[in-house]
């Protein structure tokens, strides 16, 4: 008899998106590109995370927008934007209590900063609101994942501009007065950490506009920008709707020391540092002790305004969320595998996904609780799944064994977890419907329990077919996790 796990009652069961890789349809009803429009396609798997991760240029962007015959598929995703009824009936059948979804800025504010926002735009996320409500199933918002109004990144530099935190704090103002009442968990930013890795794809940067400062001066400026601009939005949702919650977001890595070696253990603890900072911010109203250091470390200075300082200290975040995939190794020596926008070392005792992830379920009831001793707000878990290759049987079934698995697995950790004291209040598994791989730009990496019917060339019916994680989930779901 395997052990039964005791959800709370409101537990909000569910699953999670981005604009940039389901909707599509961008360049309909008065959209602005976006910096997602410029990923291209790469065929050679070995090469397509060095190509995400490559700074960014405005001739880079130029030869993007002209180019006439390449493949660009988060321009078309696969038009949620058009199945949003089919695809939320299919949510509500399996019993969605949430649904994460973004909202693109460039549908609301087409040059990042206009002053009056594009109705078309506002109506279409209203509709896929309505909708959700239609079935009762809370609508979690993220304002900004992974794509940045392009018009903004070629006019200010994205965020590396003190600019734009204005436009985005007006931005989310028409959000939160239009959507009033109706969504009540909102998350600034997708994983905000990685923000001092990859300008480009977290903050719309162009390096040949960095003048003479280094990327990584660039990068922290952003970091820091955002994190004034997710307080100040904060602050205008409890004076807009008092009722709604602003979360905070990161991509949680667990890197576990590589051995007992005491300098091991330290690098570590220096992983999260690097891991946490942001979340220790807008969870704690200000900067940690230790950023000091990893600033200088990091050859970093930063403008942090009295202004700035009081902003974060009076609008700390309601809730805290991250995305869980995977652990890794810090300090050490040993073979490379790969992960969630970066590489690790290989962990003997772990298995890995197709694309070399390491496959860890304890380390998110590890992560659970240092997230919880750290904070004492209620988490949520935004984005955790596996990632595989799915085959599609003549009658439309995909027998997907193996992601039943893997998120068993995981719920059963996130019940230890509750058991260990950590108030967790939701889950949200990854591209519940299968939907473009933010990193590799491909539909062959899939983690939903709708299997979409697109090839990573764009063809296809965009048929949606319920894999057996479908049935699955939906009796986990109806069981309140007692059943897994
Ligand atoms: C997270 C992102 C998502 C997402 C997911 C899976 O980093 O927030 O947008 O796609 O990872 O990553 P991938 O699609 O690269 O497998």
Not at 61 to 82: C, I, M, S, T, W
Not at 233 to 261: F, V
Request: net charge negative.
């Amino acid at each position: 008899m395997s052990k039964v796990y005791r959800f709370p009652e409101n537990f909000l069961w569910g699953g999670a998106t981005a604009a940039n890789q389901f909707e599509g349809a961008t360049r309909e009803d008065g959209k602005g590109w976006t910096t997602a429009d410029t990923a291209k396609y790469e065929p050679d798997p070995k090469l397509r995370m060095q190509q995400m991760l490559a700074p960014m240029t405005t001739e880079k962007v130029e030869a993007a927008l002209n180019d006439q015959a390449g493949l660009y598929p988060k321009r078309y995703g696969v038009d949620f934007y058009h199945h949003y009824k089919e695809d939320i009936k299919l949510l509500a059948e399996m019993g969605f209590k949430t649904f994460r979804f973004s909202i693109s800025w460039a549908r609301i504010l087409p040059n990042g900063d206009d002053d009056e926002p594009n109705e078309q735009g506002l109506q279409f996320y209203e509709n896929v609101i309505d909708e959700l409500l239609k079935y009762n199933i809370e609508p979690l918002v993220t304002i900004s994942h992974y794509e940045f109004p392009l018009a903004l990144s070629l006019k200010q530099n994205g965020w590396a501009d003190r600019k734009t935190i204005a436009a985005f704090t007006h931005y989310a103002e028409i959000l939160f007065k239009r959507f009033k009442g109706k969504v009540k968990y909102w998350i600034s930013f997708n994983e905000m950490n990685f923000i001092t890795m990859t300008g480009y794809l977290a903050g719309g940067i162009l390096a040949d506009k960095n003048g003479d400062q280094s990327e990584t001066q660039v990068n922290y400026t952003a970091m820091h920008h955002q994190l004034v601009a997710a307080a100040q939005a904060t602050k205008l949702l409890h004076e807009i709707d008092p009722a709604a919650q602003m979360g905070s977001m990161i991509a949680r890595i667990e890197n576990y020391p590589a051995t007992s070696k005491p300098e091991d253990v330290m690098a570590s603890v220096e992983s999260d540092h690097a891991n946490f900072l942001m979340m220790d911010v807008l969870a704690n109203g200000e900067y940690p002790s230790y950023a000091k250091r990893l600033f200088a470390d990091n050859h970093v200075t930063l403008d942090i305004t009295p202004e700035d300082r009081q902003v974060l200290k009076e609008n700390t975040c309601d809730f805290v969320s991250f995305s869980y995939y995977m652990s890794g190794i810090a300090g050490g020596e040993g073979e490379e595998t790969a992960g969630n926008l970066m590489s690790t070392k290989k962990n003997p005792y772990l298995k890995t996904s197709d694309w070399g992830w390491q496959i860890d379920p304890v380390g998110l009831r590890v992560s659970l609780n240092k997230i919880y001793d750290r904070y004492h707000k209620p988490i949520f878990i935004v984005e955790n799944g596996l990632g595989a290759k799915d085959e599609l049987t003549a009658d439309h079934q995909v027998h997907d064994d193996y992601r039943i698995s893997y998120l068993h697995d995981h719920i059963e950790q996130i019940g230890e977890a509750l058991e260990d004291g950590v108030d967790v209040i939701g889950y949200t598994p990854w591209g519940c419907i299968d939907l473009v791989s933010a990193s590799g730009n491909e539909m062959s990496k899939r983690y939903g329990f709708v299997y979409v019917d697109q090839d990573d060339q764009g063809h296809g019916s965009l048929a949606r077919y319920k894999k057996d994680s479908f049935a699955w989930y939906q009796h986990v779901i109806a069981t309140n996790g007692t059943e897994l």
